[in-house]
């Protein structure tokens, strides 16, 4: 699945440690997020969804509609 968290992360200059410590995961798991290597859980999305200001459909390209 293609998130847009590494763009979104990219825009605000944060680094994936950064993302990884607000989530609660280690930098090597928040990379593999970004990667599409594992699947992002939904509690973790939905933090995402809340820092970015925008919805869980725009962060996994169900819309283009960022807000």
Same mark, same amino acid.
């Given at each position: 699945? #293609?998130? !847009?968290? !590494?763009? *979104? !992360? $990219?825009? %605000?200059? %944060? =680094?994936? =440690? $950064? *993302?990884? #410590?607000?989530?609660g995961?280690? /930098? /090597? =798991? +928040?990379? !593999?997020? $970004?990667?599409?290597e594992?699947?992002?859980?939904?509690?973790s %999305?939905i #933090? *995402?969804a809340?820092?970015?200001?925008?919805?869980?459909? +725009? %962060?996994?390209? *169900?819309t283009? #509609?960022?807000?």
């Amino acid at each position: 699945m #293609k998130l !847009r968290i !590494r763009d *979104l !992360r $990219e825009d %605000l200059d %944060l =680094t994936q =440690t $950064e *993302l990884a #410590k607000m989530l609660g995961c280690s /930098q /090597q =798991t +928040y990379s !593999r997020y $970004e990667s599409g290597e594992i699947t992002i859980d939904i509690h973790s %999305l939905i #933090k *995402l969804a809340k820092f970015y200001h925008t919805s869980i459909d +725009y %962060l996994v390209a *169900l819309t283009n #509609k960022k807000n």
